[in-house]
């Protein structure tokens, strides 16, 4: 009985588990993703954005060997895209994708994802400061908001 129980409780771990990965591996394939909104505590950071990049922001989440990772790009009107951050990813818990590095060491963001189309993603900021460590590295202010939230729109390859 106790093996049979083990077997179930492990079926479900790993059934989680997969849940995990092939929710970062849409992000993965369908990306890179252009930030095209973000907004918190009832403020929203469009106009912020614009003027900080104009010909966009994009962010392409990665797998390799078992290693996770994110890079965030500013498009550029000459040449190639410059990084604005990179860093590792985990995934903590069920759509929930946490950027560990990156963030000039202000601490980790750690996001609730999910995706209303197939080609949006949404990504919710969870409480600590990590949402400001994020606008932070990404807008160069640090306002604290506790409800940050961001809409990706697919970009292609």
């Known amino acids: 009985m106790l093996l049979c129980i083990g077997g179930i409780l492990l079926a479900g771990c790993d ?4 849940k995990r990965d092939s929710l970062y591996e849409r992000l993965t ?3 890179p993703w252009t930030i095209e909104r973000l907004e918190g505590s009832g403020f929203d950071f469009g106009d ?6 104009p010909r966009g922001a994009e962010i ?3 797998e390799d060997d078992g290693s996770r990772t994110y890079e965030i790009l500013r498009q550029r009107s000459e040449g190639s895209p410059s990084v604005v951050t990179q860093g590792a990813v985990v995934l903590p ?3 929930v994708l946490q950027m560990v590095s990156g963030l000039e060491g202000r601490g980790p963001v750690t996001w609730r994802y999910n995706f209303p189309t197939t080609s949006r993603a949404k ?3 969870q409480s600590g400061p990590g949402a400001g ?3 932070g590295v990404l807008l160069s202010e640090g306002n604290p908001t506790p409800d940050l939230k961001m809409t990706l729109a697919a970009t292609g390859n």
């Open 15 to 18: 059934g989680t588990g997969s």
């Open 29 to 31: 394939e369908t990306g």
């Open 48 to 53: 912020r954005l614009e003027r900080r990049y």
């Open 60 to 62: 392409t989440f990665r």
């Open 93 to 95: 818990g069920d759509n």
């Open 123 to 125: 990504f919710e900021a």
């Open 133 to 135: 460590a994020f606008l």
